[in-house]
Each structure stands twice: as C-alpha cells, then as structure tokens.
DNA sequence: TATCCTTACGGAATTCGTAAGCATG
DNA sequence: CATGCTTACGAATTCCGTAAGGATA
C-alpha cells in the first residue's frame, strides 16, 4: 500500500470512474492507475471496484468503507504538509476563502484589508460561490475557511462560529407609497412585486419563512445573487427590494430608500466555518480574529479538533 | 513522503530516538532508517528531531506536531488492513481482549464459552494485565476491547460502556466473629487485619473512599491482584478479605463465610472500552453484545466513532 | 468505430543493505 | 573503544510509460 495508490483509489471515484481521466488528472499513464487498482486488490485481498467486463462501474461495499479511510488519510498527508510550511515558512502562504457576494461584497472588505497588511506575503485566494459550492471547497479542503449565511448546515465535519447577527430591509425608489406605511406590514409588502435574493442565498429562506408563517404567498418577480442587481432593477421600478440593510450605501444609492423591517423578518446570522481536523496555518487564525474579536485561536481549536474536546495545545 | 518513513518516524520515537534499534524493529538496515529521515526532513524543510551531533535526542516543535498526525495515518493504515480482512475472511481472524484478573476469572468464561462456539476460527487472545497496560494497550492498538472496572479513566480516545454493576463483600474464616455482627459497619471491619486489592484494582479506590469518607485507617495487612489469592490468606487465618462478591463460590470455598457488605462500600461499575476510531471486525462486536445486549454494534459504533455523532452505518 | 481497460515489457527511479568513516560518551 | 549516526555506492526492487490486445457501447 503507498499513497499513489490511495490518490488513485480517491481520484478514480471523483472522476466517476474513468482511469483514463484519472490517470490525465493524477499526471501519470492510464496503464499504471489500472495496475495500481489491481496491486492494492491484490494486497488486500478484496475488490474494492464493481466491474462489468472491463469497465469500472462503482464501488463495492468494502470499497465504500475503505474510501472513508483513504479520504481521512489523504486528508492527513495534505495536513502534514501544510504543518511543515507553518514551521519552516511561518507567515508565508495561502489563505483561501470561500464566501457569497455579500459578504465578500459589505462584510469582508474591511476585515481583508487589515490581514493584507499584517500578512503582505500570504496570497489570500477569495472565493465565491454558492451554498453547495462553499460546502464542497470545505470538505474538499480546496478551502480553508467558508463564511456564509445559509447553507453551512450543522454537518459532524463542520465547525461553525457566528460571526454577525443581521436583518433584512425593504428597499424601494424614492417617493414609493410604502414609504409612509407606518408601521410597515409584510402585507402592504406582499402587495407589491418583489426582488430578492436566489432560493439559498444570504438569508432568502428567512424571508419565505416569515411570509408562510403569515400564510402570505408574495409575488416575487424577480431573483438575484446579490444586492447590487436586486438595487438595479429596484431602481428601475420593477419591484420592491427584499435585501440584506448592510448592502445599502446612502451616498451611492441616491434613487432608493431603505425601510428598516427587523420587525417582520427572523434575524440572520452569519458564520464561520472551517472542516474539522483540516490543517489551518497560524494566519488563518489570525483572520478569523480579526473577524470577530471572541474567536480565538484557542476558540477555533477546541471547537474543531475531530474529538470535539479541548486537549488541543 | 511514503508509509515507511511514517513507520520510522514513529518507532524512532517509541524506541528512544536510537536508530539502530527501529531498524531492527522494522526489519531493516540502520542506514536506510537515517536516510529515511533525512530524505523527510529534506522534503519538509522542517528539522523534526533535535540532535546532539549525530545523536538523536528528542521531538523538535513541528516534530512533536507532526507525530500526531502520523499516528493517526498509520492507524488508518491498520484499520484499512482490518477492514479488508473483515471483507475476505468475515468470520477467520484474531481478537484480543486485555482485562483484569477479577473479570478473566469470574465474568468472562460464559461469555468466552459462548463467542468460541459461535466463531470457532477466530482467535481470541485474552491478555491480563494491570490498568496501565490495558489503557497502553488498547491506545497502541494491540489489544481490540478493554474490560475493567478501573482505571478506564474517562479518556477522549476512549469509548467506554457500562457491563455490570457489582458490590464488594467481606470474607472471613467459618466461625468468625464478624459473622455475628449485624448490621455490619465498617468501624467493626477497621478492628481486624485487612487483606484485599493492590491499589488500582478491581475497585480498591471505592473500598479506600469509604474508610476514608468514615475517616477510618483500616490496617491493610496485604493486598493481591486477585480475590484467589486474598481468599487463600484469609483462609490461613491471617485477616479479613474485601473482594468482589462474584468471586467467592459457597461450594469451593467451603472454609470461609461471604457477608454482604453493600451498605458499606459504593457501587463498582465494570466497563468495556474500546479505542474511538479504532476499526473493530464484525466479531468484535458480537463479543460485546455477548457481555451485555443493550451494547449493540450500534450503540457501540455511534458512541465510539471519532466524531461521536450518530451517522456512523 | 471510438472509448476504455488489461497485460507485457523495457527503462527509470527508488529503495535497500553492506561497508567504511566519523562522532560521542 | 564500544556504541551510534552518516555517507557512499552497487544491487535489488519497485514504479512508470509505451505499445499492443481485447472488451464494451
């Protein structure tokens, strides 16, 4: 057993099973990946592949269960090295961050320019994706920290840490009749076209929560990925504007008005997340310090060590 | 980096950094075991012993770090080996249990008479041995399952599960004159020469707890490691025995008399242990739902998996 | 027929072990 | 001077990639 077969065991089920691929992805001939398989068989004594002829259709069950320890394995090996550039190189590196535009957008601004100056040379690799996106970068360790509103589900491979709490407003143009209904009501809203967020994102379930709670069914017109398109068309006269209050800047959007509505939708939180038992070099930690003051290299440690206790360090 | 070099890391540590030594342990030549080393280090770029000239001393930092880790990759490894066995050879294969005296002799043989007949072709290793060597034991991974009432410490690395509840009692020579004091009390048993566990054994903490909560000094005239041995000195006269009740047998021990002590001494609880993450055969289990139905494989493996969640199968 | 996997085989690279050299206590 | 680590170098082994062959959709 040595770990170019284990990456192969890895690669050839994320590439759906085709060695060709496989081989293309793991820089290396297609004749040796197919050996590789058939030697760890071989040493193990068990099939870890479902074949039909001489295709590679799936995994038996002992290969299900041995994929979870060959992932963790492999998982460990990366840590091992990254460990290494912690010590031998101890603030140069890369930080890679998967977040959704509005964060990226009106969270992290300040936070990113603060870390670039007290780490100049850690690259920090700024991601954005979508809810299932973010997830996958996590437990792929393709990312070392996700911040998100949605979507960071409790999952046992996950440690999550509020970073902000947050509401949603109403935004409208300038002179609109909901402007002077005080106090506002999701029904006057629901009276209206709306435009929010994608289903999934930046709190989108929170609002549809709180119309059904109320048995309204709003008519939402349109949806966006983010704040600054749902302004655009909110603007152009389509509809009333659903969005997160942090996304509106008085001085640029001089066209709109915000209504504060904390009273008719549940408050939002944004989180932190990062994958249990992932390696995290020491500026990592830095950043999600400087995110929020009370998450503390020791915090984010005893909360994410596998065990789930608080030997760590 | 390859298993190898993960393998030497290790054993240079267990065996005190003396490179000779792991070479022989690992079955190979002194020379490769410090090229190995050095050809890791290099890799690294992180010096992971401390050296005194061409001594090797200790850990350095990221040594110590990095330890952890390949420990737990190399305990992957074992498990990946178990595991394919488990496949190959469902019901062929070795288990090795490491408990007490007390429970060898008393509370294993019906259920060992019962897992025998059920696997006759795996074999079952039953080690003895004192707390210390049974924690070593199932942290190094040679030992699968632990049984013991003390020194099962509540440990992170540790699953432990409730077996059997027992009481302590007192035995003494026919005629004795304890026999006619009713109700017992442990001023009466402080009068007489004790005779009972070494410290750390089958519940000599709860014995010494309950003197001392009655701020008593028994005069522990002796102490064994089994309640063969105690019964043996009290029968010669020497003192009274404090041991486990399941151990005296009205039939074979015709010359001494059992007194229920239950009122005097707190409750013992016998555990089983087994390590979390530690990957168990499909017969490992049946022994544990042998001792005690309520610890199905189940139970056992939500309660023993690293994460200590419940989505384990 | 195009794609995909297996096997065979020669060359490349790695690993291993002996032996000699040097440091330590 | 006995023990222990390093380095050097040839031998053994393992790993890799090309190429040919057979199976599948």
């Known amino acids: ?7 192969i065991i890895r690669e050839t089920v994320r590439r759906n099973f085709n060695l060709t691929e496989v081989g293309n992805a793991l820089f290396t001939s297609q004749s040796g990946v197919s050996k590789h398989i058939k030697d760890l068989e071989e040493e193990l004594g068990v099939e870890l592949f479902v074949r039909k002829g ?22 460990d090996a990366q840590n091992i090295k990254t460990l290494a550039e912690q010590y031998s190189q101890c603030d140069v590196g890369q930080l890679t961050v998967v977040t959704t535009h509005t964060q990226a ?41 996700a911040i998100a509103t949605e ?9 999550l840490f509020p970073y902000y709490r ?37 709190g989108r379930t929170r609002i549809d929560q709180a119309f ?9 017109e349109m949806t966006a990925l983010d704040a600054d398109v749902i302004k655009t068309y909110v603007e152009l006269g389509l509809g009333v504007g659903i969005m997160a209050s942090m996304a ?10 915000l209504i504060d509505a904390r009273h008719l939708f549940p408050e939002n939180i944004t989180s932190i997340g990062v994958r249990r038992g992932h390696y995290l070099r020491g500026y990592a930690y830095r950043f ?26």
Chains 1, 2 share one sequence.
């Open 288 to 313: 999600i310090e400087l995110c929020a003051d009370h998450l503390t290299e020791q915090v984010v440690r005893s909360a994410s060590n596998p065990l789930g206790n608080q030997d760590a360090l």
């Open 54 to 75: 001489k295709r590679l259709l799936g995994l038996t069950d002992p290969g299900k269960d041995l994929l979870v320890l060959v992932e963790r394995m492999l998982h």
């Open 105 to 145: 957008r009106y969270a992290l601004p300040k936070v990113i320019t603060e870390f670039k100056k007290s780490f100049p040379r850690v690259r920090l690799k700024l991601h954005q994706g979508g809810p299932q996106e973010i997830i996958d970068m996590l437990l792929g360790g393709e990312a070392d920290i």
């Open 166 to 202: 947050w509401h949603h407003a109403l935004v409208v143009p300038v002179g609109h009749p909901l402007l002077e209904r005080t106090p506002l009501s999701l029904e006057a809203i629901a009276d209206y076209p709306i435009i929010t967020y994608h289903a999934g994102f930046t």
């Open 212 to 220: 059904a709670d109320a048995s309204l069914t709003p008519d939402v």
């Open 248 to 257: 509106f800047n008085p001085q640029r959007d001089e066209g709109l008005r």
């Open 151 to 159: 979507g960071l589900a409790e999952m046992p491979e996950l440690a």
């Open 1 to 7: 057993m040595n770990f170019q077969q284990l990456r």
